[in-house]
């Protein structure tokens, strides 16, 4: 047992400390697009590993480290961890990497974006992000003023199309501000690319190399991509106040949207990571579960559980915070249109429409409210499943 070869750590195998708010002293094993938070035990065995030697010299050298005492086996238990196989010159042993984001494929590699990104860099620094937020502000409330003053008439099948072309370009701008991030920070960072998540298309940006980073530059990372859309809606608000024209308010109400979707901390979006880096947690849902259950016990008294500590309560604050801002504006937009595709899809019938594509158009919203009734379904479910989970007792 003793003389059995360890297998040897891969090269481009990466371990730094892992910035936390407070805890245990932890790491980071970066491989390829994996990153682990391993305890300081399991990051001194693998950097050990650097070189081919034995399972009993890994021990000698483990124990005197730590300063006390590990046997072979729990050595070697740590060698043989299903998880941290990838770490090794095992390529048969390998598994399968596994991601949220199904079916992923690059559409802007890293290298075309990099020339764009060094110029935007002084967006992260604190005067031009003082600037962003006081200009946006000034904006956002003009907009306001200027929208509800003049009442728009329904939007044209072109407005729509440009309603959405501009929404969507607000997501490559956001993407981008993810990936400026990381540049700034000196963060290794790929390029832009589409997959699913659940069942949704999404764009992502490549930006694993900010595990690296300590806890505030991640959190900054995580920010980056709501912090360039606040900065793309200066752009639309001055573009509106300029010409009146009504795609650019509707951009406008879609990107605020978006940015309120991707800041839901329910799912694994911009907003948990953020409440993660800045909690210092590595399981925010988990989290969140055990202090609520704990809070909800202690109401209750229906076991002598102590109240959550000041952080815990602030940081399950926080999650509430967000989680509900999203749930009821989200469900508010969705049942105000569901409303309105009803009552339209009802007014066409009613008069028969016989304008050319007239069927084609009910047809086509028809279609769309099935989608927003989905959508709403989706999200109610998704909310009483949080609820339970929160409330299960995890002996049950």
Same mark, same amino acid.
């Given at each position: 047992?003793? !003389?059995?070869?360890?297998?040897?750590?891969?090269? !481009?195998?990466?371990?730094?400390p892992f910035d936390e708010f407070e805890g245990d002293e932890r790491f980071i094993v970066a491989v390829d697009d994996r990153h682990l938070v391993v305890s300081s035990g399991v990051a001194i065995v693998l950097d050990e590993c650097r070189v081919h030697t034995t399972l009993h010299a890994v021990t000698r050298r483990v124990s005197a480290r730590l300063g006390f005492p590990v046997s072979p086996d729990m050595v070697g238990e740590v060698l043989s961890s299903h998880v941290l196989s990838d770490c /090794?010159?095992?390529?048969?042993?390998?598994?399968?990497?596994?991601?949220?984001?199904?079916?992923?494929?690059?559409?802007v590699p890293a290298h075309v974006l990099a020339a764009l990104l060094v110029p935007?860099?002084?967006? /992260?620094?604190?005067?031009?992000?003082?600037?962003?937020?006081?200009?946006?502000?000034?904006?956002?409330?003009?907009?306001?003023?200027?929208?509800?003053? %003049? %009442?728009?008439?329904?939007?044209s099948g072109a407005q729509i199309v440009c309603s959405v072309a501009l929404t969507m370009l607000g997501v490559v701008v956001h993407e981008l501000g993810h990936l400026t991030a990381c540049s700034r920070f000196g963060a290794r960072h790929g390029g832009i690319g589409l997959g699913v998540y659940w069942c949704m298309p999404v764009l992502y940006a490549e930006v694993s190399g900010a595990w690296m980073l300590p806890r505030l530059q991640r959190a900054v990372v995580d920010a980056g991509g709501v912090y360039f859309q606040c900065a793309y809606l200066i752009g639309l608000g001055a573009a509106y106040l300029a010409s009146g024209a009504t795609p650019f308010v509707e951009a406008m109400a879609w990107t605020h949207f978006l940015m309120l979707h991707t800041l839901n901390p329910v799912l694994k979006y !911009?907003?948990?990571?953020?409440l993660t880096d800045l909690g210092g947690l590595s399981n925010l849902h988990e989290q969140i579960r055990a202090s609520a259950r704990q809070a909800w016990q202690a109401i209750r008294h229906v076991t002598?559980?102590?109240?959550?500590?000041?952080?815990?309560?602030?940081?399950?604050?926080?999650?509430?915070?967000m989680?509900?801002?999203? /749930?009821?504006?989200?469900? $508010?937009?969705?049942?105000?249109?569901?409303?309105h595709g009803a009552s339209e899809i009802a007014r066409r019938w009613a008069l028969? !429409?016989?304008?050319?594509?007239?069927?084609?158009?009910?047809?086509?919203?028809? $279609?769309?409210?099935?989608?927003l009734l989905v959508m709403a379904l989706s999200l109610a479910c998704l909310l009483a499943r949080s609820l339970h989970r929160i409330g299960k007792d995890p002996q049950a």
């Open positions: 047992m003793n !003389d059995t070869i360890t297998p040897r750590l891969r090269a !481009d195998v990466e371990l730094k /090794f010159h095992a390529p048969e042993q390998r598994a399968q990497v596994q991601c949220p984001i199904r079916f992923r494929q690059r559409i935007l860099r002084w967006l /992260f620094t604190r005067p031009a992000a003082a600037a962003v937020i006081t200009t946006l502000v000034l904006i956002e409330l003009l907009v306001a003023q200027h929208a509800h003053a %003049a %009442a728009a008439p329904p939007l !911009d907003g948990y990571w953020l002598r559980e102590r109240w959550p500590s000041l952080k815990q309560l602030a940081l399950m604050s926080a999650f509430g915070a989680a509900t801002a999203y /749930f009821t504006y989200t469900l $508010a937009l969705l049942g105000s249109n569901i409303g028969r !429409d016989t304008t050319p594509f007239g069927n084609w158009h009910v047809a086509g919203e028809s $279609a769309l409210l099935a989608l």
